[in-house]
């Protein structure tokens, strides 16, 4: 096994009154082009400010699902070596010794930021979705409370604070799943929106770090706009109709954008519209399809209005100037189909009754008004081809549409300059830089528990103004679709399919594959992919008891990601 040392680059002799703060601020499902100053026309002012004075970057990755792509984030480490490869408690208990990197929750040879923050003299806090902890039956307290290793919460791994969800999904009107700290609550307002809340508690949370004399850390994890589709009249107003001239025209005009604002390259065709979408002028009930495209960008409307108000509380405190803030998504845009299904219902934390009483209605059905706390509906793979444009596939793939995320870093005190970065960059290479702008030591050990050397690598010189290069190549594997970054090529494979090789610089949407005519660069990097595949314990699809279709385009699934 080969050796990696990091030597950490010093971002000044600190004291603790002087180390910057973090907010780190991760979305739920949502699309490469679904944010203003990614080319879209969703209201995002907040988010864009921070990229109006920062640095946005253009092939940021993440790990292609929730779960693996929150474990990466959280420790720098490939989602396998967590122990998060594929999702949380996917395995049986007798299946977990046999296959350690699918164990379905963090493991103890992984540190969290938060752990190697606190070490460094940091406040830590979270608010939102933690989903890194295993499979939790939330009525019975000995499968999640403290103590249980196998289903850690956050404030067993790094947190001073916690409020949110450590499930994949909840229902934002009346989540049955919420907690503080390390106890279930109840929601005592009947105007309860869980965006909202995710976004107060971490304003609270900030103002209340004044008194500490401490920086902080807080991980800021918002469900939106993961489904279900629920947002509030007063947003999906300002939407409705907007999305008449349907998904087609939606992805033409963000292309243009994209092109316009210097995101992608001029020479970088849009792919075409995914096989298993129709023609927007076959759709049927169009303004029920517009309709759910407005619930979907009032939800991430109602986020960035999240974010002004931390922005603002960061103003108000006078610490915006040394105060990094950073925003990405978990994945790409999501493509489940959900279903009525009679003969398998929907998990209790989903489909109990509205706080009134009233049943929930399941499923995307056209005869209903999507974005009622009474309905549980999903925006499909149609209007998710739109928020990846202009690339090709969803959430679970390895293709860029899976696995490109919108990434904004702002630090005004230390970033002069507002840039795009085009140099491929991946989620495990954020708590590298966290480290270094903290000037915090990456532990060998955390708890008498030997940790893995850290994969990521640091970005810093990129806020410092000054050109960068990951000279590392970047790995991917979820449910069998796999994939591998090294400079200007791409090695990607579908779960089933063959190796297709990309050169991203002429064709990052993926539309000329060069297998054929590049064997023997296929060749060595297929070599470099099985020599990370036996390092990180990545094992051949499928895992033990876990399967999926291959074949299954638009999965009828109710497990959340």
Not at 422 to 427: F, R, S
């Amino acid at each position: 096994m080969m050796l990696k040392i990091y030597i950490t680059i010093s971002a000044g002799d600190f004291n603790l009154s002087t180390k910057p703060n973090f907010v780190l601020i991760l979305a739920d499902d949502m699309g490469f082009s679904d944010l203003g100053c990614f080319g879209s026309e969703i209201n995002t002012p907040n988010i864009d400010s921070l990229a109006k004075n920062g640095i946005r970057f253009s092939q940021m990755y993440n790990s292609a699902r929730c779960c693996p792509s929150r474990a990466s984030l959280l420790s720098g480490l490939h989602p396998q070596q967590t122990g998060v490869g594929h999702m949380v408690s996917t395995l049986d208990p007798k299946d977990q010794a046999k296959f350690p990197a699918y164990q379905g929750y963090l493991n103890e040879n992984c540190a969290t930021i938060a752990e190697v923050l606190k070490g460094a003299g940091y406040t830590t806090l979270m608010s939102g979705k933690w989903h890194v902890g295993g499979g939790y039956d939330l009525l019975n307290r000995s499968s999640w409370a403290p103590g249980n290793d196998r289903h850690p919460i956050p404030t067993q791994r790094g947190f001073d604070k916690f409020f949110g969800i450590v499930s994949g999904a909840a229902n934002f009107f009346h989540p049955r799943t919420l907690m503080r700290d390390d106890e279930l609550i109840g929601i005592d307002t009947t105007d309860f929106y869980l965006t909202d809340s995710i976004s107060d508690n971490a304003v609270t949370m900030i103002e209340e770090t004044k008194e500490t004399g401490k920086p902080f850390f807080i991980h800021v994890a918002y469900t939106a706009p993961h489904w279900p589709l629920h947002a509030l009249e007063e947003d999906i107003s300002n939407y409705e109709g907007s999305y008449l001239k349907g998904w087609d025209q939606l992805r033409t005009d963000r292309h243009e954008e994209l092109k316009g604002i210097g995101i992608l390259d001029e020479k970088w065709e849009i792919s075409p519209r995914d096989l298993s979408s129709d023609p927007w002028e076959e759709a049927e009930e169009r303004k029920w399809e517009d309709l759910r495209m407005a619930v979907y960008a009032a939800m991430i409307d109602r986020m960035d209005q999240g974010v002004g108000r931390i922005i603002k509380k960061l103003e108000d405190l006078g610490i915006d100037d040394n105060t990094v803030v950073m925003f990405l998504s978990d994945n790409g845009g999501c493509a489940e189909f959900l279903a009525e299904e009679t003969n398998r219902p929907m998990p209790t934390q989903y489909a109990s009754p509205t706080r009134d009483g009233r049943q929930m209605k399941i499923g995307n059905r056209k005869d209903l008004r999507p974005g009622s706390d009474d309905t549980f509906m999903s925006y499909d793979l149609s209007w998710a081809n739109a928020s990846n444009t202009p690339f090709r596939l969803f959430k679970r793939w390895t293709h860029e549409g899976g696995i490109s995320t919108p990434f904004i870093i702002s630090w005004p005190r230390q970033i002069s300059q507002p840039a795009i970065m085009h140099e491929p960059t991946h989620i495990i290479d954020i708590s590298a830089t966290i480290y270094d702008a903290a000037n915090a030591t990456y532990p060998s050990e955390i708890n008498g528990n030997e940790v893995k050397p850290l994969e990521g690598i640091s970005f810093f010189e990129v806020l410092e103004g000054k050109k960068w290069v990951r000279q590392d190549p970047i790995f991917w594997e979820h449910e069998g679709s796999r994939a591998m970054r090294q400079g200007e090529w791409k090695l990607v494979s579908e779960v089933g399919g063959n190796w297709e090789i990309y050169n991203m610089d002429q064709d990052r949407t993926e539309l000329t594959n060069l297998a054929k005519g590049e064997k023997v660069r296929l060749a060595n990097m297929r070599a470099s992919y099985k020599e990370w595949m036996e390092r990180c314990e990545v094992e051949q699809w499928p895992i033990g008891p876990l399967e999926w279709d291959p074949k299954m385009r638009r999965p009828h699934s109710h497990r959340s990601g």
